[in-house]
């Protein structure tokens, strides 16, 4: 089963801040998801990468598949952006996922 | 809107009783998923099915089972229920098992 370490477990910032999120993991992957839920307790998926780099509007993920870790930065943090964000990665097949224990973020304004 | 529907939105039972949570994945999506988040595991994959078939098993308990019926909704029937079954339930849906994940909004299961 894979490993999901995920840092750091809260966060707080204030808005405008540059935000990073890290996850590790133990075992060789083929594609690393990044989620998000919400207060109210929706998630939405924000990321699913494979190697290299994706950018959507203020959020960008990273993966280094070598060193088996993650990042999840957002520029300009905003109060909207509070929320709890999940690294989860596979354990057997593509879709049976190990989820890290999330990491809640709060902006200030 | 992701597109997946979760009903009901919420269920309070007590212990011993048996209930059923309905998933209704995005159009054109044969992969659907179910996922279980508590407070104490997090969150935990259960069961996958692919177009109507059981593709992978997760932690899903003996007490719990699922389907994918031809029109493509899933269900999860959890049975003789205990206190630590309360939790929130999510449903998700994929195109292919390499396309990103759509999640429903859950179902929060509260078992007295």
């Known amino acids: 089963k894979n490993e999901v370490e995920q840092s750091p477990q809260n966060l707080t910032a204030q808005e405008g801040e540059f935000i990073t999120i890290n996850c590790s993991y133990s075992?060789?992957?083929?594609?690393l998801h990044w989620l998000q839920q919400h207060p109210g307790g929706g998630i939405v998926s924000l990321f699913m990468?494979?190697?290299g780099k994706k950018k959507h509007g203020r959020l960008i993920a990273t993966i280094n598949i070598q060193e088996k870790h993650s990042s999840l930065h957002i520029t300009a943090s905003h109060p909207r952006d509070s929320a709890v964000y999940i690294c989860?990665?596979?354990?057997?097949?593509?879709?049976?996922?190990?989820f890290g224990s999330g990491t809640q973020l709060t902006v200030l304004p | 809107d992701s597109g997946v529907t979760q009903t009901p939105k919420h269920l309070i039972t007590a212990t011993g009783q048996r209930v059923t949570l309905r998933c209704s994945p995005r159009?054109?999506?044969?992969?659907v998923y179910w996922y279980q988040q508590s407070l104490d595991q997090g969150l935990q994959f259960l069961i996958q099915?692919?177009?109507?078939?059981?593709?992978a098993k997760g932690n899903i308990l003996e007490r719990f089972s699922a389907q994918q019926f031809p029109d493509l909704h899933s269900e999860l029937n959890l049975s003789s229920l205990e206190l630590g079954d309360s939790a929130l339930y999510f449903c998700?849906?994929?195109?292919?098992?390499?396309?990103?994940?759509?999640f429903g909004n859950g179902t929060r299961l509260t078992v007295t």
């Open positions: 990468l494979s190697s």
């Open positions: 989860a990665v596979p354990s057997g097949s593509a879709r049976q996922l190990t």
């Open positions: 998700a849906s994929s195109e292919t098992v390499v396309s990103p994940l759509h």
């Open positions: 159009s054109g999506d044969l992969s």
């Open positions: 075992v060789g992957i083929s594609a």
């Open positions: 099915y692919y177009n109507g078939e059981e593709r």
